[in-house]
């Protein structure tokens, strides 16, 4: 029958959604981490309020939305841009009044900036001027975006748009090295170290913030006196984490493998957990 050689059109329409998109972002198991490493850091009002802003259909669980502002990228073309910062090539340094901007120009349009504006609605949360804003979505950004800007390669270089443009080979798959380090280096983690998935994993990163990196953690969450985000901190890391460990040493057509997942993946393993970390101390500060 010549229709059965076929494959039905719904079932590659189905394929099509299920592609993962360029993204701008840790995959969907970063975003998971940072999330749930966040929500068990929370304070009684903090908790409550999160609990209050989650649709009902998130159970209290925010990190089951923690990727929900990288599949509304096309119902909300706007927020794109929100995703990342391009710093000037070759520079590893950032600055938001230089860097802060979409490719429109248009300033504070970038990671940074929106984790900002997000945390100034939330702190309407509670008061009347609070009508004006869709609080749920701006947590949902906000816990995204905190995430996105701990990502090395979300402030990459604005001539490769954070390695999007590098084609690397990740041991034999051919991928790019923004999707190295979004998904491949935690995907390749989770295989050979986390027999049980994505939860060992965050077991293992939580255990580790209690305990080797209990001395550093106060100085992760330190924030300037009177301010509620410091998004600006974590800007300046990763763009200088991209030079010292996602950039260095790649060529166009490198092919990583071993070395270079063993030598970086305890950079992601640190930017996870500072993601976590500092959603958390973001959120308390918010809601007290
Ligand atoms: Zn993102």
Redesign the pocket.
Known sequence: MAAAATPPLLLLLLLAVALPAP???WGVDGHLMVCQIAQGRLSGAAAAAVRDLLPSYARSNLSSLCSW??DVKFRYPWSSAL?YIDTPDGLCAYSYDRDCKDEDGVKGRCVAGAINNYTSQLLTYGRSSATQYNLTQALLFLS?FIG?IHQPLHVGFTSDRGGNTIDVHWYRRKTVLHHVWDANIIQTAEDDFYGDGVADYIDTLTKTITGEWSEQVPSWEECGKNQTACPDIYASESITAACDWAYKGVDEDSTLEDAYFSSRLPVVNLRLAQGGVRLAATLNRIFG
Do not use: K, N, P, V
């Open positions: 993204s701008h972002g502002a990288d995703h995204h996105d």
